[in-house]
Structure formats: structure tokens, C-alpha cells
């Protein structure tokens, strides 16, 4: 199993890391009522391989994404030494985002500032573009858009934001 083999990797007097990626799917707080019997011991499994992990002094680190950080069983999180919580991008994370995305092709810092403005959260929107929704959506539809007759341009990449919805928060 996967904890077997960290634990094999960092007995090499190494650092050994595992992630599990999706960790809601496996790590479900027990406190719900639908939750199985066999689901429960797996919780409880995982905890128990977590807790062998310490016996590594640090040189084994586990990591466990999750866009449901509120499904994770509170026992895992008080293990966690540190959650980190990825928010929306801000206006200048959007602008640095596009900015980096698009090197190679010529905006002007206020198209750059107009296309972070039209992905944040509006007065009608519940809530703005993620980091994953502008290089995942937005961008390869603007892209799509433009292919194979135009350049990518401002205006294309501008309709492409007003066109797509932003995931919904979970």
C-alpha cells in the first residue's frame, strides 16, 4: 500500500512524501449518519496509518488536497500541521495570472486590469473566477475561439469571461 511504501522510503534516512489527491473521498467525517460501517473503518484506517507516519520524525510528509475541506474528518485535520485554504484570486492575483498566462502576446496593463475586473465577483454574480476556472475554461475556449484564423486578442479573451460562468463555490 501506499503508506508501506512512504514508510520504506523514508526508513532510507530520506524524505519520502505521498499526496492523496481528492482526500475527501476517502478522509469523509464519520459524524455523518449515511456513512457505512466499511466507510467508517476506513476513516479509521487512515488515521491510524497517519498516526504511524509520526514514528518517521518528519521524514515522511503527507499531503491532502480537497476543493470539500469541510468533509474531512476533524480527527485528520487536528493531525494536519498545517491547512492551507486556497481563496478566489484578488484583482491582482487575477492581473499576474493573465499576465503569465499570456507572455508572448502584447495587453496593455489596462487590458490586463480590465480582464482581472471581469473576473472577480459582480453585484449579480455569487462569486468570481478561481485560479483553475481562468487557466482551465477561460483561457483554452479564448484560444479555441481564435484558432486557427485570429490571434488571441483582447476583445476574444474579453467575450470569453463574459460568456463563461465561474465554478460554483463549494
Known amino acids: 500500500d501506499a503508506f508501506s511504501q512512504l514508510k520504506e522510503q523514508a526508513g532510507k534516512k530520506r524524505i519520502a512524501f505521498l499526496l492523496i489527491d481528492e482526500a475527501d473521498a476517502i478522509a469523509t467525517t464519520r459524524s455523518t449518519s449515511q456513512m ?26 503527507v499531503f491532502m488536497s480537497t476543493n470539500r475541506l469541510h468533509f474531512i474528518d476533524e ?9 492551507l485554504e486556497f481563496k478566489r484570486p484578488t484583482k491582482e492575483e487575477c492581473v499576474e495570472l493573465y499576465e503569465k498566462s499570456l507572455k508572448g502576446i502584447t495587453f496593455t496593463v ?8 471581469l473576473s472577480l465577483k459582480k453585484d449579480t454574480d455569487k462569486v468570481g473566477y478561481s485560479f483553475s476556472d481562468i487557466r482551465l475554461k477561460v483561457l483554452p475556449e479564448a484560444v479555441a475561439k481564435a484558432y486557427p484564423d485570429k490571434p488571441l486578442t483582447f476583445e476574444i479573451i ?7 460562468q465561474p465554478s460554483p463555490e463549494i
Open 110 to 117: 489596462e487590458q490586463l486590469n480590465d480582464l482581472a475586473e
Open 158 to 164: 474579453k467575450e470569453t469571461i463574459i460568456s463563461i
Open 36 to 61: 457505512h460501517q466499511e466507510e467508517k473503518a476506513a476513516v479509521n484506517t487512515l488515521i491510524q496509518k497517519i498516526d504511524e507516519i509520526r514514528e518517521l520524525n518528519g521524514r515522511a510528509i
Open 75 to 83: 480527527a485528520i485535520l487536528r493531525r494536519a500541521a498545517v491547512v
